[in-house]
């Protein structure tokens, strides 16, 4: 497949961003900064114009984009109903005595988000206002109450019912497109049968869940994320000294509206972004069937986003109704709640909308094809599985979309696949695996990532913190899907044997690094054996 691209010079404008973004910490200017130096690479001129309107397109000429910033903003409104409610703090109140150590709250996190498979973005929002009083109570960094969300919110949509599946399935099959090849003509399996053959090679996204599972249980940490544990134990601070967090319910919204809090507020909002989500998307998928279809194929026709963004404003809704006719708020109260909820998303959306654009920009300069196809030099079926991953990562590191990532990877890497297989699917699932594994690790690392953006604002955490602190564990986890891989390619190991040993081996990595970097660093590598009996704060919002 040959497209023309602008060469070496298009990684520019997404690796100038996401540097400055990492040395300022300013992500909303280092982003624009991003998109400005690409039009001027796209338009050999001062580029501001092109710049100006290419943010404009991704407001404006994307119904998706449309209905994903609508979703924030619900998001962001039934957070703030919940939280000024007394949803949270119920919840937190209810769980307080059986949660009462760092571990059981990280351990109750991490299987949280397990269960709430069916989109990152809900994931982040649910889990991270819920969870987070509790872990403040119990002086757990708050870098590290995102990284423990964040790695358990498109990794396990990535299996589930949700959004991500009905996109993967999409992409594969403008694969199949691209590679000239039809399931029902050729020996090949249909795009839902594909999927479920890739899930044991999505390595990484497996052990990214399986090592927040070593993190929280273990109490070990290493680089960035020890410091970030051992300031929280030993001084009380949740976050360092200088932080920027994103905005959060309690700086945004002021004094919640009652003193006896009670979990209705929470389970049924709640209850009906579930109820409305699997509804509206069986509605959509039976909707697009034909007669007597399969529950697959209804499954794979359901539009996701659409259910999702239905559940959201039905969460909003209820929340309203039940906080005004409960007495509790007043109509005026519940929609200044609402105004005020959306404010809290107001940054979140600002740098979603930046981020979109430098996809814009990667786009027209074909960033990702041309990645893709310097990878395609060294293809063999041993390195096949390697070359998609570390292609998919780039992709999705320097553009900040895993789904954007799948979108240019996949029309590549599936026929490359089908060809180095001999015109065999032999090797298809092991690409559609590993482009599903890159294109997730690129979107743990970048801080353009929209996923990782909304971890931090739902968590409270300074973004570019927890950014870095993250990192350190998603190149782990890289790294041992990278040798799993390539022991796969060598010897034809299933990957349902070579999983637990990654497992293994990730905690014995966790271990050492941990001792390593305590001793280095004069601190001990489980920092909760050290804590000092100070009370956790965080910084105000001067």
Not at 46 to 63: A, P, R
Not at 101 to 125: C, E, H, I, P
Not at 407 to 424: D, E, K, R
Not at 501 to 530: H, N, Q, T
Request: glycine content about 10%; aromatic content about 10%.
């Amino acid at each position: 497949m040959t497209v023309e691209t602008y060469g070496a010079i298009s990684l520019f404008p997404p690796l100038f961003a996401i540097v400055l973004a990492m040395v300022t910490r300013k992500p909303v200017l280092s982003l624009f900064l991003g998109i400005w130096s690409g039009a001027v690479i796209f338009t050999a001129n001062v580029g501001v114009v092109q710049s100006l309107d290419w943010v404009v397109s991704s407001i404006g000429e994307s119904t998706f984009n449309a209905k994903i910033m609508l979703i924030v903003l619900f998001l962001g409104a039934g957070v703030a109903l919940i939280w000024r409610l007394g949803g949270a703090s119920a919840i937190a109140n209810a769980a307080t005595s059986r949660l009462d150590s760092q571990r059981k709250v990280g351990l109750a996190t991490w299987v949280f988000g397990m269960l709430w498979f069916f989109g990152d973005y809900s994931n982040t929002a649910i889990v991270g206002t819920t969870m987070r009083e509790m872990a403040d109570e119990l002086r757990m960094s708050r870098e590290k109450l995102a990284y423990i969300i964040d790695s358990t919110a498109a990794p396990v949509a990535t299996f589930g019912i949700s959004s991500w599946v009905v996109y993967q399935l999409s992409m594969i099959r403008e694969g199949y497109s691209a590679a000239g090849i039809s399931p029902e003509s050729e020996a090949v399996p249909g795009a839902f049968a594909l999927f479920i053959q890739s899930v044991p090679f999505n390595v990484y996204c497996i052990l990214a869940v399986a090592m927040v599972g070593i993190i929280v249980l273990s109490q070990r940490d290493f680089g960035e994320m020890l410091t970030a544990e051992t300031r929280s134990w030993t001084e009380g601070k949740l976050l360092r000294d200088n932080a920027v967090p994103m905005q959060s319910a309690e700086d945004s919204l002021g004094d919640l509206l009652t003193d006896s809090p009670q979990l209705r507020f929470f389970l049924v909002p709640v209850g009906a972004l579930i109820t409305v989500v699997i509804g509206g998307a069986f509605f959509t998928g039976l909707s697009a069937s034909d007669p007597g279809a399969s529950t697959l194929d209804v499954v794979g026709n359901a539009q996701f986003v659409d259910a999702l963004l239905w559940g959201t404003f039905s969460m909003v809704s209820v929340a309203i109704v039940l906080g005004v006719g409960s007495g509790v708020a007043s109509l005026d109260e519940a929609m200044e709640t609402v105004i005020d909820g959306f404010g809290m998303m107001l940054t979140a959306l600002s740098i979603l909308v930046m981020a979109w654009t430098i996809g814009t920009v990667t786009t027209a300069l074909g960033t990702g094809v041309y990645v893709t196809n310097v990878a395609e030099a060294f293809v063999t079926p041993t390195l096949l599985p390697l070359v998609v991953l570390f292609a998919a990562a780039v992709v999705a590191f320097s553009t900040g979309t895993s789904w954007g990532t799948m979108a240019i990877v996949t029309p590549i890497a599936i026929p490359l696949a089908y060809s180095v297989g001999g015109g065999t699917a032999a090797l298809l699932p092991v690409a559609v695996g590993t482009i599903f594994s890159g294109a997730i690790f690129g979107d743990h690392c970048s801080p353009i990532s929209d996923t990782t953006i909304l971890a931090s604002t739902f968590t409270g955490s300074d973004h570019i913190d927890h950014v870095r602190t993250q990192m350190y564990y998603a190149v782990t986890v890289l790294g041992v899907s990278a040798l799993l891989l390539l022991t796969w390619g060598v010897t034809g190991i299933t990957p349902v044997i070579l999983l637990p040993v990654g497992a293994a081996l990730l905690y014995g990595i966790v271990y050492v690094l941990s001792e390593l970097d305590a001793g280095r660093k004069d601190v001990l590598a489980k920092p909760v054996e050290s804590a000092q009996q100070t009370p956790a704060s965080a910084p105000s919002d001067d």
